[in-house]
């Protein structure tokens, strides 16, 4: 896995771009991922940091891909599965964060329910910053528009 060289308001390089698309398009559902005249497209910041902890979190060695994909089909078939009234409007990234907080937590990164305790404390003491995005490329924000 390419080891990660970029500051954080560089996007990432040639082979890294190669290495997250490949990852991707190993996706269930690889074509509902949001993208923008070819590229991948966030709305929101929280979309751009939910990529790059599971790709980050992958590319140490902390679990293999295939385990991040099979946590992404169940957390879609779960949405599939909730009665329309009572599921909300799809998102596939809601589908990915799912999906990552349950192999954090299947892996030991995280003890169940420490993930929603963290950043309720976060919210409360003020830590919680937003983030923000320089340029374009991969982790470009789009502010819709098109």
Known sequence: MAECR???DRPPDLTERRVVERLLGELPGAGAIPRKEGELSFE????????ALAVAAHDQGRFPWSDFQGQLIAAIRDWEQTPAGERGEWEYYHHWV???EALVVDTGMA????????AVEEI???E????H???SGLLAVDRGGG
């Open 6 to 8: 970029r500051g954080p």
């Open 44 to 51: 929101s910041p929280w979309q751009i940091r939910a990529l």
């Open 98 to 100: 799912r999906a990552l």
């Open 111 to 118: 003890e169940p329910g420490e993930i929603d305790r963290r």
């Open 124 to 126: 409360k003491a003020g």
């Open 128 to 131: 919680h910053r937003r983030a």
């Open 133 to 135: 995005s320089h340029g």
